[in-house]
């Protein structure tokens, strides 16, 4: 008691004489550099000169993605992995006045990410070169700083467009920095805190001192504890001598009595705060947020957080968002997490490469728990020009980079380090496990399906990976129990399980199999093709849901291109099923999303799961004219599909039920529909008009009715404990005759970056959703705003995103804005053929 007086004594003297040089200098400063970019596809060398006039350039605000911007064409060089947008050479250039504070000062400027092949110069110095486009990396500049006018230059590589096997955008597409402090400093970039036990924890934090030589006498540091609640836990001093090393690292211990834990559900965040002193001279301050969780992974039960049996829940993920490429905006990306949130996932693999920076915070605040993947494969390149060219020169590095970032969010539980990896070797496997280990020895490591040690039977050798990730090979029939077997002390997880597909709104009666009914690119070219020749026996039956197929219209023979409407020309027996397929859980490459959860459940050693994937995302489509597959339970819009409706049934315990397909049959009148219903109540009563269809008690599968189709109102009532506690209605749909839009949000911030959600339903003139609806819609925006992306979750309409129209998809489309610097109305129309034109106003303030 007597030494946390004396401290605050101390820490309040420091900072009393401190304050004068502080109110004039911030210790540390970190400014975004995000706008006032100019940017050129036509750009070369002579960028890098400042002298160079870049007037005629294009003006953006990074994140910035140029080639969601472009036009899906064949002639693009790229393929259906990497999406049919354009590529090249992308250059940037920023200018930026030199601050005279900053004299003296440690300067770096820093890179969020940059897809890929990025080249930085400065005042014409050349700083370096960065391959890999999926990890952040920064420059010290203070030297090549002049007074007056700065110039960057930044050159994006991406001349060889197939470097990956899906949409990796192209650009400076995350947030770049710059960062100024004292010489003396904290290395934030290095720091390390752990903590153990749960009743009551101890933290272990470790923060090097950067520069410390240059000090006439040694330093202090004050770390501070905040609860969650906002509360000080403790206060502790720590003087660090004089020296002559360069840099020296500060070890530090602490206690937290009965803690607050971190957890899905309660995702409790303390922060640790740090004050460097050097005397009565105030250096530098930071703060850390990290969580008190306990993670547990065994053979026998599988995974535990804080002492609580717990399956995962978990969802792959791709980085883009749809319309909006790989420069995602930060509340685009919370909007997504949220979704996923509310759809009961508690964990997201970060597929195949590191996210951005914010992506970790958001899932610390929101409770999200992540499988962090740093590659997708290693030496032997996977797309033709991919970073298995650079993986030789670059891994340990980027590695490296990529555990020192991550390694303290409490999101992070496990680590994978690669995915389907092309002719593995046990040495590389070996080689990236003890780098990881070395860096973090408090989480397992683990990788996504092809392992160059699984099914060894030696006992001479063991399996070199902690925790055993499956990816489709754990959908077939007997490989959990076989590997369970072989092996029954180590931990499984389904790393890629399952691969489902639907698409919004479309619907089969019959069983589409991938292989079978809508083969992917590389399998159409096998002689198994349009058959299961060999898996047969190892995939889980889904049952037809009618004899004869209900839904016989819903063939994909045109494509959409702003005002066009073009035939596909693809004449195999599967073209007409090839990209889209139906939403009631039976389009599968091994088996159902309700199967592969029942599998998880089922054993206790299997820690969870990994759906692929949450969200549709560009590339890796099924061919021309596709520009994604339909892979996601949620679409590119982030509209929900209604597998997002199973999973909140598997997964979540607030009521719930949700009815499929929408009831708007006109021509099927008597036909038998089968009406889907998912929900975790006990038990469902289904109801035409006013007429009951009967009950069905919920015993965990989906409840299956076969309806004669009539016009009219069909509703879904769930029952707990006898009581009705959730409905579901869905009701016949006249002619179009109305819009209706819902908003995220009723005000905009004039900030230039702010925007707002436009999810448009086309109805008929009593307000009921027509989901067949497919209308052009024209969007008229004045004021201090302007359309960012529009779009409708078709994988065949290749129109530009940023268009003033765009057509409706099964009765919705998406239009988002983005506010000005400028304060005033905005003021939006959105009209179409038929339709009674929409009118929205909103203010947009400072």
């Known amino acids: 008691m007597k030494r946390f007086a004396?401290?605050?004594?101390?820490?309040?003297?420091?900072?009393?004489?401190?304050?004068?040089?502080?109110?004039?200098?911030?210790?540390?400063?970190?400014?975004?550099?995000?706008?006032?970019?100019?940017?050129?596809?036509?750009?070369?060398?002579?960028?890098?000169?400042?002298?160079?006039?870049?007037?005629?350039?294009?003006?953006?605000?990074?994140?910035?993605?140029?080639?969601?911007?472009?036009?899906?064409?064949?002639?693009?060089?790229?393929?259906?992995?990497?999406?049919?947008?354009?590529?090249?050479?992308?250059?940037?250039?920023?200018?930026?006045?030199?601050?005279?504070?900053?004299?003296?000062?440690?300067?770096?400027?820093?890179?969020?990410?940059?897809?890929?092949?990025?080249?930085?110069?400065?005042?014409?110095?050349?700083?370096?070169?960065?391959?890999?486009?999926?990890?952040?990396?920064?420059?010290?500049?203070?030297?090549?700083?002049?007074?007056?006018?700065?110039?960057?230059a930044v050159k994006v590589d991406q001349s060889k467009p197939l470097s990956a096997r899906w949409y990796t955008g192209s650009g400076i597409n995350r947030h770049v920095w710059l960062l100024v402090t004292n010489l003396t400093h904290l290395d934030t970039d290095h720091a390390l805190l752990t903590t153990s036990g749960i009743s009551s924890a101890s933290v272990e934090y470790v923060i090097p001192v950067l520069n410390i030589s240059g000090l006439r006498s040694g330093a202090q540091l004050i770390t501070e504890i905040i609860s969650p609640d906002g509360q000080l836990v403790g206060k502790w001093l720590k003087t660090v001598a004089k020296t002559v090393e360069q840099s020296v690292s500060v070890k530090q211990s602490f206690t937290i009595k009965r803690p607050l834990l971190w957890s899905p559900d309660r995702p409790s965040l303390y922060k640790i705060r740090t004050r460097l002193y050097s005397g009565t001279t105030f250096l530098d301050e930071i703060t850390i947020p990290f969580g008190i969780r306990k993670l547990e992974f065994s053979?026998?039960?599988?995974?535990?957080?804080?002492?609580?049996?717990?399956?995962?829940?978990?969802?792959?993920?791709?980085?883009?968002?749809?319309?909006?490429?790989?420069?995602?905006?930060?509340?685009?990306?919370l909007r997504k997490l949220k979704l996923l949130k509310e759809m009961g996932t508690n964990a997201i693999r970060t597929s195949h490469n590191p996210f951005s920076p914010q992506f970790y915070d958001m899932c610390d605040s929101l409770g999200i728990m992540v499988l962090n993947e740093a590659f997708d494969g290693w030496e032997k390149p996977k797309a033709r020009d991919d970073y298995g060219n650079d993986f030789i020169k670059w891994w340990e590095n980027d590695l490296s980079d990529f555990v020192y970032r991550d390694r303290n969010h409490p999101s992070v539980i496990m680590w994978s380090i690669g995915n389907e990896v092309s002719k593995p070797t046990e040495k590389t496997q070996q080689k990236l496990i003890n780098l990881i280990h070395k860096l973090d020895p408090t989480r397992p490591v683990t990788q996504g399906g092809v392992d160059p040690t699984r099914g060894m039977a030696s006992t001479e050798k063991k399996l070199l990976l902690d925790v055993q990730g499956f990816n489709g090979d754990g959908e077939e029939k007997e490989v959990f129990e076989n590997f369970h077997q072989k092996f029954p002390d180590m931990p499984m997880v389904g790393t890629e399980i399952p691969h489902t597909y639907s698409t919004r709104g479309v619907y089969h009666t019959s069983t589409h199999w991938r292989r079978r009914d809508f083969p992917a690119p590389w399998e159409q070219s096998s002689a198994t093709a349009g058959t299961l020749k060999g898996i047969e026996n190892k995939i889980f039956p889904i049952p037809d849901l009618a004899e004869k197929e209900v839904f016989q219209e819903e063939k994909t023979l045109i494509y959409f291109k702003n005002d066009s409407v073009l035939p596909i020309a693809n004449d195999k027996p599967w073209s007409g099923n090839l990209f889209y397929q139906s939403s009631y859980d039976n389009a599968a490459v091994r088996t159902s999303a309700r199967k592969a959860w029942q599998r998880v459940m089922q054993f206790p050693y299997v820690m969870g799961e990994f759906r692929w994937t949450a969200f549709d995302y560009l590339g890796e489509s099924y061919g021309w004219p596709a520009r994604f597959g339909n892979k996601g339970v949620i679409d590119v819009c982030g509209f929900p599909k209604d597998n997002f409706y199973l999973y909140q049934s598997l997964w979540t315990e607030k009521p719930m039920v949700h009815m499929l397909p929408h009831w708007t049959h006109t021509g099927k009148e008597g036909v038998a529909i089968p009406i889907i219903v998912y929900t975790n109540c006990d038990s469902v009563r289904l109801s035409l008009n006013g007429r009951s269809l009967g009950t069905k008690q919920h015993v965990g599968e989906q409840l299956v009715w076969h309806v004669p189709y009539a016009a009219g109102k069909i509703t879904a009532t769930a029952y707990r404990n006898g009581k009705a506690v959730a409905t579901d209605q869905n009701q016949t749909a006249g002619a179009t005759a109305k819009l209706s839009v819902s908003t995220d949000k009723t005000s905009l911030k004039a900030n230039g970056t702010d925007l707002l959600v436009c999810e448009i339903t086309v109805t008929d003139q009593n307000g009921i959703p027509v989901p067949l609806a497919g209308e052009m819609l024209n969007f008229k925006v004045t004021g201090a705003s302007s359309i960012k992306v529009a779009d409708n979750g078709d994988p065949l309409d290749l129109s530009n995103y940023n268009a003033d129209k765009r057509r409706a998809f099964r009765g919705k489309c998406l239009l988002v804005l983005q506010s000005t610097e400028s304060a005033g109305d905005v003021d939006v129309e959105i009209s179409g053929p038929n339709l009674e034109t929409y009118k929205l106003n909103i203010k947009s303030s400072k």
Request: charged share 20%; hydrophobic share 35%; aromatic share 14%.
């Open 299 to 333: 053979g026998a039960f599988g995974f535990k957080l804080n002492d609580v049996p717990t399956k995962i829940k978990g969802m792959c993920m791709h980085e883009d968002a749809g319309p909006f490429g790989t420069a995602v905006p930060d509340e685009t990306l």
């Open 6 to 152: 004396l401290l605050s004594i101390v820490s309040l003297a420091i900072a009393v004489s401190a304050s004068a040089k502080s109110a004039q200098l911030r210790v540390r400063a970190r400014y975004n550099f995000d706008k006032g970019w100019k940017f050129s596809l036509t750009g070369n060398e002579a960028a890098i000169k400042p002298s160079f006039n870049d007037s005629n350039w294009k003006d953006v605000n990074l994140p910035h993605d140029w080639s969601v911007e472009g036009e899906y064409s064949l002639a693009n060089g790229t393929d259906s992995q990497s999406g049919y947008l354009p590529a090249g050479i992308g250059w940037y250039r920023k200018t930026f006045d030199y601050d005279p504070r900053w004299q003296d000062r440690s300067i770096s400027l820093q890179f969020d990410g940059v897809y890929r092949n990025s080249e930085v110069w400065i005042n014409g110095h050349y700083l370096g070169k960065r391959p890999n486009g999926n990890i952040g990396f920064s420059y010290a500049v203070e030297k090549y700083l002049l007074p007056g006018k700065n110039r960057v």
